[in-house]
């Protein structure tokens, strides 16, 4: 892919006015983004629980963390669909209100002690309601910027992984604020591991447990206020702002050659704006009907300018790049998604400073935020399915060793190896929205990428369930991240599989198989 230049982003985003759109949105994503403050907040909940049910542990506590990646996979679809109905705003305002929600009934479940109750709030209805909030803000975003679609999903996608920056201070800073020491339970060869704060301690452990419940009230407003300003500030471009790659000088293009070839009169301002977005697309398809597909100057390497047709959802279904796609992303994300969510509880084996442990929550959180970042840039500059392959080879690394490098009982080897996986992590979020838009056209981005996302979650949500219930054995514990070691250096050859075939069907990630180009070329 050509090397489009960061200066040349900030110059756009100044000169379209997409500042705002890019600031709303990422406001949403760091409201749904607190689902990755569960490895944090589970300490908490699970405590509370304990006290109405000792038999609660990590274990039962932890469905909500996988059950909200679930609801996150079957909401994004619905997402995608209301987005291109009733538009993103009204969207995102549906799936505030399931989070605001969300906070709501958890405090009752908390309150009421009941685990159903927990896992039905934080998992289901914040799932569902995060996952119809997810895709529509990014898609606003790529139609004020198209041509930017790695440092767009980046900058957007980021916020969705550093929302646990807040959440996890909030968290700590509310629900244990003298610090009460974390217990373990067994330890890393035991069959079922736990770590809480013991509540019949009284003094600060007794009031982290009261405060568990009344923290779910506190997120509730945080997250409303993240919306409000997330759903003002987004906003769709103005119906005469389609940006081109580059200014195209001509007032009237003519087609070149039969088929109802003809002038079309495409008028622009003098910055490149094209307002006559149906007859460019009559004249590009008339065109490339003759001559194949035309390139502009300044766009991606291999791009058509005209608007790739998106596959419905049969044909996504049908084609090999989109299942390949979904088998890449469930082999490269599903290693740093489990250790999002089972960090705190593992480690605690090891450290016993809660405080610590939620510091390195917070920093995770950071380093995720920053994966979306500079795995986006990079898949501008490189190409997405090249830092796809590199990132995977690069978390493989530190996923296979994440469990030695925690026994070592170092604090800064647990921070480097936690945050170094979540940056890897975060980068899969930054990465594989801008390739569902590139593959298979930007229109239609939401549906296609929420049904992704939907046969992501499926599978990634059977496959961690599996893995846990595998805990136990002679390894205990440690096995899972070998295991998930494993299974991300599968994602690696997968992605590289990825990227060959993408390559093999046309440079710039073009969906259409050979012989259909050559038949548009004849």
């Known amino acids: 892919m050509a090397d489009v230049p960061g200066e040349s982003f900030v110059v756009e985003v100044c000169r379209r006015g997409a500042l705002k759109p890019l600031v709303g949105a990422f406001c949403l994503m760091l409201a749904i983004g607190s689902c990755y403050s569960w490895g944090v907040l589970t300490t908490y909940v699970t405590s509370s629980l304990r006290q109405d049910h000792p038999s609660v542990g990590y274990t039962e506590t932890f469905s909500s963390y996988i059950l909200g990646l679930l609801f996150v996979a079957i909401g994004s679809p619905v997402g995608g669909r209301l987005e291109r109905t009733i538009g993103a705003r009204a969207t995102c305002a549906v799936g505030g209100t399931l989070v605001i929600s969300s906070a709501v009934f958890a405090y ?59 959440f996890d201070q909030i968290a700590s800073a509310y629900a244990n604020p003298r610090n009460a020491p974390v217990q373990a339970e067994g330890d890393a060869d035991d069959d079922h591991w736990n770590a809480f704060i013991n509540c019949d301690a009284g003094g600060a452990s007794a009031g982290a447990c009261d405060r568990a419940a009344s923290m779910y009230l506190l997120f509730a407003a945080v997250f409303a206020g993240l919306y409000a300003v997330g759903i003002l500030l ?27 070839g003809g002038e079309y009169s495409l008028m622009f301002d003098g910055e490149g704006l094209l307002p006559d977005v149906a007859a460019l697309d009559k004249m590009l398809d008339d065109e490339a009907s003759v001559n194949g597909p035309r390139q502009l100057a300044g766009s991606q390497a291999g791009e058509q ?13 049908a084609h090999p790049l989109a299942r390949l796609e979904v088998l890449s992303f469930i082999t490269t994300a599903m290693a740093g998604f489990s250790v999002a969510g089972s960090f705190k509880s593992f480690a605690s084996l090891h450290f016993s400073d809660d405080r610590f442990l939620g510091a390195v929550g917070s920093l995770s959180s950071v380093a995720n935020l920053a994966g979306r970042l500079s795995w986006g840039a990079a898949a501008m500059r490189f190409g997405w399915s090249r830092a796809l392959v590199a990132l995977s080879a690069v978390q493989t690394l530190f996923v296979a060793t994440f469990a030695p490098a925690v026994a070592t009982s170092n604090e800064v080897v647990l921070a480097a190896w936690t945050c170094a996986i979540l940056f890897n992590y975060g980068g899969n979020f930054a990465i594989y929205p801008t390739a569902t838009a590139e593959l298979f056209g930007q229109e239609r981005c939401g549906e296609n990428h929420g049904a992704i996302l ?4 499926v599978a990634a949500t059977g496959a961690t369930l599996l893995l846990t219930g595998l805990e136990g ?26 990227s060959v075939l993408e390559r093999r069907w046309g440079a710039g990630g073009s969906a259409v198989p050979p012989h259909r180009r050559s038949q548009q070329a004849r």
């Open 234 to 260: 987004l906003a769709e471009p103005p119906a005469s702002a389609l940006w081109s790659a580059s200014p195209l000088p001509p007032s009237t293009l003519t087609s070149s050659g039969g088929g109802g």
């Open 108 to 166: 009752l479940s908390i309150k009421a002690g009941s685990l159903w109750g927990v896992v039905t709030s934080v998992g289901v209805l914040f799932g569902f309601g995060g996952g119809v909030t997810l895709l529509p803000p990014l898609v606003c975003c790529y139609r004020w910027l198209p041509e930017y679609k790695g440092y767009v999903s980046g900058i957007v996608m980021s916020g969705y992984g550093g929302g646990a920056i807040i």
């Open 454 to 457: 939907l046969v992501f979650g």
């Open 305 to 317: 300018t005209g608007r790739r047709r998106p596959a419905d959802m049969g044909e996504l279904a």
């Open 473 to 498: 054995g002679e390894h205990g514990s440690s096995a899972l991240y070998y295991i998930l070691g494993g299974i991300q250096a599968l994602g690696t050859a997968v992605a590289l599989a990825l």
